[in-house]
C-alpha cells in the first residue's frame, strides 16, 4: 500500500530522476530475453500515457551499430540479474557514444547495470529460484508501468483525475493476479496435452503481443518444445503454413481493442484444422467449441492486463515441464546470469 501510494513519485527512480526526466524526449529500451519482453510491453504505455517516443532494442545487437547518439534520449536497460553481459555492454556503449542519462531496471541489488547507471529501480521480488526469469518479469512490468506514468505526469500527459485511476488500477493488481492464480486447475488440464506435443504457436496483438512472446519463451526454456510467437496479423504472412490439427494455438485475447481483429485471426487458425487455447478474460465473450478451449480471468483490468495475463502463460509452461520431467529450475544449457 505505501509502495502504491508513492507509485509516482520521480525519487523512487534516484534522487536526480526529476532533473533527468525533465531533460529528455525519447527513451531507448535495452535489454535480452524475458525483459526484452517486459521493454515490447513498456513501449505501449510510454507512448500511450507519457506521449514519449520509444524505441526497444535487443541489447546483444545493439553495440554493433553505428548507432547515432543523442543525448536527450534515456537508456533504460532491464535485467533480472543485473548482470548480463549484452545489456552491460549495450549501456557503456551507449554511454560512450555520450548518451548519459540512463536507468536501470534491476532485480538483484548492487549488481553490475545498476553500479553503471545514472538512476536504479530495484524490483524487489525476491531471489528467482529457477533460472527462467518469471516473478522479475511481472515486476519488471509494474516498474515500466510506474515510469510512463511518472513520465506522463512530468509532461503534463496524465492529469490529476487519470493519476488516480492508474493508481486505482495498481491498487487492483494484487487481487485480480490472485484470480488468475486461481485458474492453476484448469492450466495444469492443458498443459498435460501440451506435455505431449512438439511445437506451439504463440499469438497476441498489441499490448498483448509480447505476452505471447514470454508464453513461448517459457515453453521453449522449460520444457524444450518447439514454439514461436507472432503477432497474431502476420500470421497470413507465413506463419499460417504451420498451421494444423497437430499445432496446438495459444491466443491471448483479453478484451482490448484489438480484440475484434484477434478474433478474426482466430478463425483463420480453425479453418485450417489448427486447436486453439486461449487466455481470455470475462469480458472478452468467448464460448468453447469444438477444437476452442477457454480460460478466463475476471473481468478486463486496463493498462494492466498484460501482467495479467503473464501468470496463466508461465504456469502453462511450468506444468507442461512438470509433465515432461524436464527440470524446471535447471533448464539444460542455461545460465541464470549470463555473463559471456
Ligand atoms: C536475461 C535472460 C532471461 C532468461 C534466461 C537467460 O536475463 O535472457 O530473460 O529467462 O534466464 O537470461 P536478465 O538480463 O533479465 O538477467
Known amino acids: 500500500e505505501v509502495l502504491i501510494d508513492d507509485a509516482f513519485h520521480p525519487e523512487i527512480f534516484g534522487e536526480k530522476a526529476a532533473e533527468v526526466f525533465n531533460d529528455i524526449h525519447s527513451i531507448k529500451i535495452l535489454a535480452c530475453g524475458t525483459s526484452f519482453y517486459a521493454g515490447l510491453t513498456a513501449k505501449y504505455w510510454l507512448e500511450s500515457i507519457a506521449k514519449i517516443p520509444c524505441d526497444v532494442e535487443i541489447a546483444s545487437e545493439f553495440r554493433y551499430r553505428d548507432v547515432i547518439a543523442d543525448p536527450k534520449q534515456l537508456i533504460v536497460t532491464i535485467s533480472q540479474s543485473g548482470e548480463t553481459l549484452d545489456t552491460m555492454e549495450a549501456l557503456k556503449y551507449a554511454h560512450s557514444l555520450g548518451q548519459t542519462h540512463s536507468l536501470s ?172 487455447f486461449v487466455f481470455a478474460d470475462l469480458d472478452s465473450n468467448f464460448t468453447e467449441s469444438e477444437g476452442v478451449h477457454v480460460i478466463r480471468t475476471p473481468r478486463h483490468v486496463g493498462d494492466l492486463s498484460p501482467i495479467l495475463h503473464t501468470i496463466p502463460v508461465q504456469l502453462l509452461s511450468y506444468h507442461a515441464a512438470l509433465a515432461r520431467g524436464t527440470d524446471v529450475d535447471k533448464p539444460r544449457n542455461l545460465a541464470k546470469s549470463v555473463t559471456v
Open 105 to 276: 531496471i534491476c532485480n538483484v541489488m548492487e549488481s553490475a547495470l545498476p553500479r553503471e547507471s545514472e538512476l536504479v529501480f530495484y524490483t524487489r521480488a525476491g531471489a528467482e529460484i529457477g533460472v527462467a526469469s518469471t516473478k522479475a518479469f511481472t515486476t519488471q512490468l509494474v516498474a515500466l508501468f510506474g515510469l510512463s506514468v511518472t513520465l506522463g505526469i512530468l509532461k503534463g500527459h496524465v492529469d490529476a483525475a487519470k493519476q488516480q485511476s492508474y493508481l486505482e488500477q495498481l491498487r487492483q493488481l494484487p487481487g485480480s493476479i490472485q484470480h488468475a492464480l486461481n485458474l492453476e486447475p484448469q492450466i495444469v488440464l492443458w498443459a498435460q496435452q501440451f506435455a505431449k506435443k512438439s511445437d506451439a504457436l504463440f499469438l497476441g496483438r498489441g499490448i498483448h503481443y509480447p505476452v505471447a512472446l514470454e508464453g513461448a519463451l517459457k515453453l521453449k526454456e522449460i520444457t524444450y518444445i518447439h514454439a514461436e510467437a507472432y503477432p497474431a496479423g502476420e500470421l497470413k504472412h507465413g506463419p499460417l503454413a504451420l498451421v494444423d490439427e497437430n499445432m496446438p494455438v495459444v491466443v491471448i485475447a483479453p478484451h482490448d481493442k484489438l480484440l475484434d481483429k484477434v478474433k478474426a485471426n482466430m478463425q483463420e487458425v480453425s479453418a485450417r484444422g489448427g486447436e486453439l
